[in-house]
């Protein structure tokens, strides 16, 4: 099989092409905007495309043709500060990506969906995938996931769609994207081994969230590509991380501690450049539903392997040891070459996409 997968050197096609090289059956080509400089005899062809570029749907068409299945995993999470890349990528690229598949005549699509895409939860009971894509109107990456929905709504409708699957995870974690967390998630000047020394947590009563491990992701991915299998299909742990839970893989004491005071304080300090990460992901862990997977189960035979404790506990661990992969966006993190990046081109909140 021919496959070819936007976003292919981030968290989730990572783990994505770790498994479709251990399948060693088929044919994978790797797009993404900064490319690896290495290759590998079974590893996957690297081609350079930027999703927000007008023009990169000829270069989207070209790389598709011939392809058994697109895998589009490409989205971007920084820089928080400029929302209109962040929608260039995730809606824009997703139009640009699905215009191309029709143009390549792609008979099978995958789309990475998100736990975020969902309209906020009533109670705690989970949710399967008739539940509402309407997003959490306060945070961005929610808007664009439940705007890319509404394009694949679209697309469905239309006279000669391919099959279309769209994947529904929970938080996506692994050991392999500590420093791309910590590049993305924590202060400049923050070292790695702190994260695991954490002596208090301060996070709201009640926030639960849907986690689920990459190389699971991975796994269903590849039990969709092989079943056809059209449709959504939530992917999460069984149990969700509470903040009890998330204290506990931190080696920290939970301190309860109302949302509207937590997001006062993350906007303050999101706002004056001191942390990069935006109050939009508090409203969203707090408004997000838990994840009813029992359809991935019936239709896929996937379940979980790892528990959201596991995952939790693998995210500290690459973070505190600054863990990393061999793509740029996985790259190693170190305090000396963020502080040059600040220097240079500005926080990752407000920095210029190259």
């Known amino acids: 099989m021919r496959i070819v997968i ?4 981030g968290n989730v096609g990572s783990a994505l092409i770790r498994r479709l090289r251990a399948d060693g059956e088929h044919e994978v080509v790797g797009v993404a905007r900064r490319i690896p400089d290495y290759a590998s005899i079974d590893g996957p062809r690297w081609i350079s495309i930027d999703l927000t570029d007008p023009d990169s749907g000829s270069a989207l068409r070209q790389a598709f043709r011939g392809a058994d299945a697109v895998v589009h995993l490409a989205w971007a999470f920084q820089p928080s500060h400029q ?3 962040l929608e260039a990528v995730g809606v824009g690229g997703t139009e640009r990506v699905l215009d191309a598949c029709t143009a390549a005549a792609v008979s099978h699509v995958v789309h990475m969906s998100s736990v975020g895409a969902y309209s906020p939860k009533r109670d705690t009971a989970p949710v399967t995938e008739d539940w509402p894509v309407d997003g959490v109107p306060t945070s961005s990456y929610s808007r664009h996931k439940a705007a890319a929905e509404k394009l694949l709504d679209s697309f469905e409708r239309s006279a000669d769609a391919p099959v279309l699957t769209r994947l529904r995870p929970g938080i996506i974690g ?7 967390l910590l590049r993305y998630g924590v202060p400049v ?5 702190t994260i695991g020394a954490v002596p208090v947590l301060p996070f709201p009563d009640g926030m639960t969230i849907a986690m689920v491990h990459a190389d699971d992701v991975a796994d269903a991915i590849v039990r969709v590509l092989d079943r056809r299998a059209a449709g959504a299909f ?7 991380a509470s903040a009890a839970t998330i204290a ?16 006062a304080a993350m906007a303050a300090a999101w706002q004056l450049r001191l942390q990069p990460v935006s109050p939009g992901w508090l409203d ?43 793509t740029p966006v996985l790259r190693r993190r170190t305090v000396l070459a963020e502080l040059s990046a600040l220097t240079t081109k500005g926080p990752i909140s407000h920095r210029h996409q190259p």
């Open 6 to 9: 936007t976003g292919a050197s």
């Open 83 to 85: 929302v209109d890349y």
């Open 174 to 180: 692994q050991r392999l994207v500590g420093s791309a």
């Open 189 to 193: 000047l923050v070292p790695a081994k």
């Open 234 to 240: 939530n992917l999460a742990a069984a149990e969700p």
């Open 248 to 263: 506990e893989a931190l080696g920290a004491r939970w301190i309860p501690t109302p949302a509207r005071v937590l997001r």
């Open 284 to 326: 969203l862990g707090c408004a997000a539903p838990a994840l009813d997977s029992s359809r991935a189960a019936r239709e896929l035979g996937w379940s979980p392997t790892v528990d959201a404790l596991g995952v939790l506990r693998d995210i500290v661990d690459g973070m505190s040891h600054a863990t990393a992969g061999a």
